[in-house]
């Protein structure tokens, strides 16, 4: 690899949260991270690494643009709308952001002659599999417009593939949560609607917890679900890349431990990190969430050779209360 070939990619949605996490782990393994974002829902604090390009992704000249100007050789691809509830109400806002835009990103990757994409895919493709652990030949049948979105770009990056010369890695995450281990980035969504940063505020004084449903088929009644500390998926990215950089060929993984926890378990964890209590009540059950969500990761580990190193839950949510407590608030949000 010479020194402009490989080296500068782009990351679309890198000032979002784990875009941003994946451009600092692409940093510190000698790539250039061109972070490519609309600030809808990015951070220009959370640009850390490499040139930044405030843009849209459904902006093809300024895509092209950027690709010529900095000589992109992979595509890392995180820009999306991922509110599970709003794409049920406003489904149009994901269809547009998260297909028509994504495929006008494809448009000028083809026509660029870039080669390799990396894809932020969700386990929301899965919808509400029968069995657990889900494996990625469990059949994909979305139950919310997020899910189908990200269902569908798998489907066209499957097809671009087969036409153009492209190689790309669908990467489906479990719950991505916790924060960057240096303190330097963490999660920030407005509004907040994930469960880590929740527990987090309730513990602070800002409202008690709301856990949607106590009466779930699982041990302890509420939802199980596979937290993912998000700087193993930032690392898991890189291998992706390096994986497709090296001729392999396109896959698409589970990004996720194996093991599932409980709402409560949550809640008994952070406040043991924290020394604190979650005010917390029990309210009626959000739609569409399924009992218990657990990725089978045995295929990441096989192909990437990749093992999630901060991702026990107590790791993740003392980095999720570092960034909490220290960081958060002095940032501009
Ligand atoms: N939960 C609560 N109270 C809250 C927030 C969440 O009880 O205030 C529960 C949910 O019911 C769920 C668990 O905590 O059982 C985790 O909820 P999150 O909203 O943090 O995450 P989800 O599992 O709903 O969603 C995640 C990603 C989505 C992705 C989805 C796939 O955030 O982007 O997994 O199912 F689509």
């Known amino acids: 690899m010479s ?5 500068f990619v782009l990351v679309t949605g890198g000032a ?41 992704i459904g902006d ?5 643009e950027t690709i010529s100007r900095y000589n992109i050789s992979a595509v890392m691809h995180f820009a999306a709308f991922a509110y599970v509830g ?10 547009n952001n998260n297909v028509t835009k994504s495929l006008t ?50 489907r066209a990056l499957h097809w671009y593939a087969g036409a153009h010369d492209l190689t790309f890695a669908a990467l489906r995450y479990f719950n991505a949560a916790g924060a960057d281990p ?23 004084g800002r409202g008690a917890l709301e856990i949607y449903g106590g009466d779930y088929p699982t041990p302890d009644g509420t939802c199980v679900r596979d937290y993912i500390h ?7 990215h890189v291998r992706a890349l390096d994986y497709l950089l090296s001729g392999g060929a396109s896959v698409a993984m589970n990004l996720g431990t194996g093991n599932g926890h409980s709402v409560r378990e949550v809640i008994g964890v952070a406040e043991h990190v924290a ?20 990725a089978d990761p045995s295929s990441a580990a096989r192909v990437l050779a990749w093992r999630p190193q901060y991702s026990d839950l107590d790791c993740i949510i003392r980095s999720a209360w570092k960034w909490h407590s220290e960081y958060s608030k002095v940032r501009p949000v």
């Open 3 to 7: 020194d402009s070939s490989g080296r």
């Open 16 to 56: 979002g949260y784990i875009g941003s996490h994946a451009a600092k782990a692409l940093a510190a393994r000698g790539f250039v991270p061109v972070t490519y974002d609309n600030l809808i829902h990015g951070h220009r604090w959370a640009v850390q690494s490499g040139p930044f390009v405030e843009g849209d």
């Open 60 to 64: 093809r000249a300024k895509l092209l």
């Open 86 to 95: 709003e794409s049920i109400q406003r489904p149009e806002r994901y269809f």
């Open 105 to 154: 990103l494809l448009d000028a990757l083809v026509d660029s002659g870039v080669r390799h994409v990396v894809f932020s895919s969700s386990c929301a493709t899965y919808g509400t599999p029968d069995r657990m652990p889900i494996a990625e030949d469990t059949p994909q049948r979305p139950v919310n417009p997020y899910g189908e979105t990200k269902l569908i770009m798998e």
């Open 182 to 204: 240096d303190g330097k980035l963490g999660e920030v969504h407005s509004p907040e609607t994930h469960l880590i940063p929740l527990v987090l505020n309730a513990i602070d």
């Open 230 to 236: 998000v700087a193993d998926l930032a690392d898991a």
């Open 275 to 294: 020394g604190r209590k979650v005010p917390h009540r029990i309210v009626p059950r959000r739609v569409g969430d399924p009992p218990i969500l657990v």
